[in-house]
């Protein structure tokens, strides 16, 4: 007598933000490499998790890393200040070529394709644009919203909605300019059934106080709102609440087997703001005095100058993450949803705090190919643990051998391929539990084979403060032709609020 798996023509299915998508260094590029595309390839060899293609001109809005690489190739291991001029100038003709790329002068976004993709992330949205969010809705916000080319607009200024507009409606048909997320995903049920259904949304309700520097709480008029008239950079716990509560009953009707969410992590743990205290020491309780961009070393850091935020406001930012998460445990319960502990396993990464918790964020598995693949066989330590942190990736002097980080991206707030990995370790634990099945265990020499940051470095990255301070000239520092900060740029497009 043996059991028998029900059939679903669709074994994994993702709804949700940048996360989901697999964004990382600025953009979305290599889709198969987000944490559920890794996931799926564990499955039955047939499974399908079809996911767009952002390839061209390394992704959309701006890859970081393949911005750094193409400086490396014309300016060696550094850039000095008598190449700036020159450097930005390389800098601004290659952001002006993916702008007009992505802009749709140079492209048509249409595809042939019958049915949705099994991925429908899409970077920068919150919980209520899953099922407000259509292509006929972006269409219209490109179309009020003109590109602008001029040194101080170096992305692209439609670039959410071109990506939505991708992964909602790929072939550009008149039948699907009005699917949602939620629609898309109904048409999969219909097309065969689900069997596992990932949503992995709602950072993107309180990011933006960390990508912003400021905490600007959600009000009547931001919930259930469209995307552009939004303000707001944190919602308040009872908004998340009854946004997530509508989102869990769509879900729920959608009629997949199993529905997995996860916990949010911490906001103030990604290195995308850099803590720093007013001596300049370690933390003493967990928390810094002050957090700034993570392009700003300790000893520059001024209050008076630089924008930040406190230690009142990490706080805080963490306390309504906690009123986050336990929604997410109670509405869970409520709909019979899996809750996949993915915040816990964050701050258990987390090198810079006191409170980590004591878990083990790295498989055996994971360490076994660390040392198994020669690029990356000196990050296991002689404990048999990976130097690997949530740090900002730093390379040890003259080498290109990490020093620290490794698990975020160059944009300092979405996860590395190491990273998507080994969310989708901790998701496929929690799956086996509830009677997934599996054929095979995370790819783990994919995984590494493809995290180019730590097998192959851009040479730039050996002198990270210079580098990072070019990217990171503001209007009163033109020594360039790009007047506007690059990376703030990229950080802003994350946000609750509208731009």
Known sequence: MFSRRTFYKHRLVSIGDSMAQGFKN??????????????????????????PLFTAQTGIPINIEMLVRGMSDEFGDKITWNEYLKAGAHLYKTLRRIKEYWEGSKKSLAV??????????????????SWLMNAEYCKKQIETKKPRYTVFSVLPDNALYTTARMVLNPAQSEEGRKHTMIDNVKLLQKDGGIENL?????????????TNLELIYSEEHDLNAPHHQR???????????????????????????????????????????R??????SKPRTGYFDYYSRFWIWDEDFNPDKHAHLTKEDAITLDQHVDQYNKIIYELSDEFGFHVVPVGRYVSA?????????????????FIKALKNNPA?????????????????????????????????SLDGLHPSTIGYGLIANIYKERMEKDGVEFSTDIDWDFV???????????????????????????????????????????????????Y
Request: net charge neutral; hydrophobic share 35%; charged share 25%.
């Open 26 to 51: 600025g953009g979305v590029y290599r889709t198969d490499l987000s944490f559920p595309a890794i996931l799926a390839r564990s499955l039955e060899s047939d499974t399908s998790f079809d996911t």
């Open 112 to 129: 042939e394709r019958d049915l949705p993709y099994q991925n429908q992330g899409v970077w920068g949205v919150s919980i209520s644009d």
């Open 198 to 210: 990932i949503s992995c949304i709602g950072h993107n309700n309180i990011v933006g106080a960390v």
């Open 231 to 273: 303000t707001c950079t944190v919602f308040r716990p009872e908004h998340f609440e009854d946004e997530t509560r509508i989102l869990y009953q769509k879900l729920s009707k959608i009629g997949a087997k199993r529905v997995f969410v996860p916990t949010i992590p911490y906001v103030t743990i990604p290195p995308a703001i």
């Open 275 to 280: 803590g720093v205290n007013s001596d300049k």
């Open 349 to 365: 990464a987390a090198r810079r705090r006191l409170r980590a918790e004591q878990l083990t964020p790295f498989p055996e598995a």
């Open 376 to 408: 990356t066989s000196y990050m296991v330590n002689n404990h048999g643990q990976p130097r690997l942190s949530t740090d900002y990736l730093r390379l040890k002097e003259n080498s290109q051998e990490l020093d620290r980080g490794g698990i975020f």
């Open 448 to 498: 590494i084979e493809n995290e180019t940051l730590v097998t192959n470095p851009p040479l730039l990255l050996n002198d990270l403060r210079l580098l990072l301070r070019f990217l990171a000239l503001g209007r009163g520092e033109r020594l360039t032709k790009i007047g506007q900060n690059v990376l703030q740029n990229v950080l802003e497009l994350f946000s609750s609020r509208s």
